[in-house]
């Protein structure tokens, strides 16, 4: 089954959480992450997914959650914080933030993106110059997105998001392959026609391009990584997990995520 990111922010607030894994494989913060997507239902996350760079070593954790009031959603961002220290050893954490959509279009109709594991996605990050300039940014990024991005043939759907915590636009595409992608990447000439529309707006534009590498509908946890998993909570605060796995004199042992 698919991940999804709406186009509207009447329903759903997004979150993203950008990594750099240091000193170990990417498969084993993968893996945390995987454990750290099923921690998260438990929290109200509705689907999640984790994109690993094409040419990199960042790797993105993506979650959709039913809109709660700024409190709850910072004392929500706070626990994922608080979570994610587990993999702290492991990478990274380079930026992260809640976003909403605010807007996007599918080349079927649909009112959402929708990708699998697998599927190859693009990314792109801006920060205004100024306070004036994040409205002419955020137009610029619907220009491109309609103008640049869905006239090509290779794209299924693309979003805009603006972010809830700090002064930032964000866009997502998702491509039929990582051939379209990167006949795209070559055809449009990004750096000579793109960059320089954003630049006059923005100082630090970033573009990266994903693979796929889970998403919770995947259900690999409780198949393969998980024989039982217990959460740890200190009233209504989210404090961290215990996993617990056979032995190898066949009873349970308790390892601390």
């Not at 759903?12 to 170990?24: A, E, G």
């Not at 498969?27 to 239902?41: G, P, R, Y």
């Not at 391009?209 to 200190?234: A, C, Q, W």
Request: proline share 4%; with cysteine; glycine share 6%.
């Amino acid at each position: 089954m698919p991940c999804f990111v709406p186009f509207s922010n009447k329903d759903l607030q997004l979150s993203f959480f950008i990594f750099r894994h240091v000193d170990v494989s990417a498969d084993d913060l993968l893996d945390a992450l995987k454990l750290f997507s099923f921690f998260t239902e438990d929290l109200g996350c509705i689907y999640s997914s984790i994109f690993k760079t094409i040419h990199g070593n960042m790797i993105v954790w993506y979650g959709a959650w039913i809109r709660r009031p700024d409190l709850q959603r910072r004392m929500l961002s706070d626990h994922l914080i608080s979570a994610l220290a587990n993999v702290s050893h492991l990478a990274v954490l380079l930026d992260y933030g809640f976003f909403e959509s605010y807007v996007g279009e599918s080349k079927d109709g649909r009112p959402f993106a929708k990708f699998l594991s697998g599927d190859t996605i693009s990314m792109s990050a801006m920060t205004p110059n100024s306070s004036e300039a994040m409205a002419d940014l955020s137009y610029a990024c619907i220009a491109l997105l309609k103008s640049y991005y869905l006239k090509n043939d290779g794209i299924t759907a693309g979003v805009c998001f603006s972010c809830l915590d700090k002064p930032m636009l964000a866009s997502m595409q998702v491509w039929k392959s990582l051939d379209s992608c990167y006949a795209w990447l070559i055809n449009s000439n990004y750096r000579k026609n793109i960059r320089p529309y954003i630049s006059p707006l923005s100082s630090d534009a970033q573009y990266e391009v994903f693979k796929v590498m889970y998403v919770s509908t995947d259900e690999l946890l409780g198949i393969n990584l998980l024989p039982s998993l217990k959460m740890i909570r200190h009233g209504d605060h989210m404090h961290g997990y215990q996993v617990e796995e056979e032995g190898e004199d066949g009873k349970n042992g308790t390892n601390t995520a």
